[in-house]
């Protein structure tokens, strides 16, 4: 949050305070929360990015920017076409504006990169710039991709090395990345992104389908170092999420159908202590999700959706509550097909943080439940797990030692129940529902005393407590 001092209020000789720089006040967050803003045009991100700061965002992942090919489908911006910075969400101009206007909210901008294919097919991209696949004017030519002897040049093997890093990806041309020069233009629009100051990093797409070794060479020589989050879909063999932690995060794919299993009744609660232990990344390089852009469609897994409410609002509660990895909330659009791209040609429209979305859009992340949430995240930071009690298989409730509590009922009954805690005794405001105004709660309370919270928790509804909320 920006501060500004007046003159008035320091007496004439004063001078106005300067805000930290968003280095400084990312370097110093603990906790930091990224929203995936789907889809969005560079437009509606500027828009926002006040409001995210707001809200407690530190980091906008935005979709692709470079030129892609033509189309109103969502994965047209993952087919490139060249690194000019002219896509469907708008132009340089319109992306060097919304970077700089996050940044002045203190926010970091995360661009969603493709570094490992082009296109599948010939035509015109979103610049006029037309191209044949394996040829791409003034970029690239045939002897910059792999031909993998395969059927059609794809993956025909998900368990073969080989063909998952050497072989194309849904049919587009897949990049010869051990080359020098193929290595020469991805580093140079990479250091074009960077050339803005307030592009933090980078999320890489399809990055387990590039080696390591081709991603070390690339990163060496990049003018400044990104905050990255890796997409490394799998938790297994043949390439595990754990060969690309030395470039930062990478996702838990399996953190999804987790929370689904969980939350839809088909596993229960009870084993969502073990996150970390499951998953076989330490928290400081684990991006996890509830949903992504990709499993709300049923690919790689399938995940909650939207819709499913209140199991949607009480997912992102425990994710953003429980101490592992750096959390991603997507905030998306409704959808009728698996291909549909955004409404409204991306220009996202937000209501409240009660009622989300206007025409067609979620704005997940204003949602009370989640945007409050962010905040308990901040609060709590540098506190482990304690009291973690179940109650039945779809009852947990667990402390963040002396700063928050939370309780998750996800049965069809009322919780009623006193549980140990280490909050200090008091009256305290449920934030997942409510919000705090003087000695007032526009939500539920319980009460803290004894080293007990006694609270009752309605069916299929989650309740966070932390000090900043006692009364």
């Known amino acids: 949050m920006r501060a500004v001092i007046s003159a008035a209020l320091l007496g004439a000789a004063s001078t106005v305070l300067a805000a930290p720089s968003l280095e400084a006040r990312l370097a110093t967050d603990t906790q930091p929360v990224i929203v995936q803003l789907f889809e969005w045009s560079w437009d509606a991100v500027k828009a926002e990015c006040p409001t995210l700061a707001a809200l407690g965002y530190k980091y906008a992942q935005v979709s692709p920017a470079a030129e892609h090919i033509k189309g109103n489908q969502w994965w047209t911006g993952y087919q490139p076409v060249s690194h000019q910075l002219i896509s469907k969400r708008g132009n340089r101009d319109q992306f060097g504006a919304m970077v700089e206007a996050c940044r002045q909210a203190g926010v970091g901008v995360l661009v969603d990169v493709v570094l490992n294919h082009m296109t599948a097919g010939t035509g015109t991209g979103t610049a006029g710039t037309s191209y ?44 010869k990345t051990e080359s020098d020069y193929v290595r020469g233009t991805l580093v140079d629009h990479l250091n074009d992104l960077l050339s803005f100051p307030g592009v933090a990093g980078f999320r890489l797409d399809a990055a387990k389908h590039i080696p390591v070794a081709d991603l070390q060479a690339i990163w060496e020589r990049l003018s400044r170092n990104p905050y990255v989050t890796s997409e490394v879909v799998g938790q297994g063999n043949p390439i595990p999420p754990s060969n690309y932690v030395q470039f930062g995060g990478v996702t838990i ?30 928290t400081g390089s684990a991006t996890v999700f509830v949903a992504t852009h990709d499993s709300e469609r049923g690919d790689v897994g399938g995940s909650l959706t939207p819709s499913q409410t209140p199991a949607y609002s009480m997912a992102n509660v425990f994710m953003l509550a429980y101490p592992y ?9 409704q959808f009728k097909s698996h291909d549909d791209g955004a409404p409204n040609n991306g220009q996202a429209a937000c209501s409240s943080s009660a009622t989300g979305g206007q025409g067609g859009f979620w704005c997940q992340h204003r949602w009370t439940a989640i945007s409050n949430m962010v905040q308990f995240r901040t609060a709590v930071g540098g506190t482990s797990v304690d009291n973690w009690t179940n109650g039945n298989k779809n009852q947990i409730a667990f402390g963040r030692q002396k700063k928050g509590f939370v309780v998750i009922n996800n049965d069809g009954n009322a919780w009623s129940t006193s549980l140990p805690t280490s909050l200090p005794a008091g009256t305290y405001c449920d934030v997942v529902a409510g919000t705090k105004s003087g000695n007032g709660c526009s939500g539920a309370k319980a009460t803290v005393a004894g080293g007990k919270i006694t609270v009752k928790v309605p069916a299929h509804t989650a309740m966070a407590f932390y000090i900043g909320m006692k009364l």
């Open 132 to 175: 044949t696949q394996y040829t791409y004017t003034n970029l690239y030519s045939g002897f910059d991709f792999h031909y993998c002897d395969s059927r059609d040049r794809g993956i025909d093997n998900w368990n073969n090395k080989t063909q998952i890093q050497f072989c194309q990806l849904g049919g587009m041309a897949d990049l």
């Open 325 to 333: 990895g750096t959390p991603t909330i997507l905030s998306s659009y």
């Open 253 to 282: 794919t399996n953190s999804y159908s987790v929370l689904k299993a969980g939350f839809t009744g088909s596993s229960g609660l009870n084993d969502l202590n073990n996150w970390e232990a499951n998953n076989g990344v330490h």
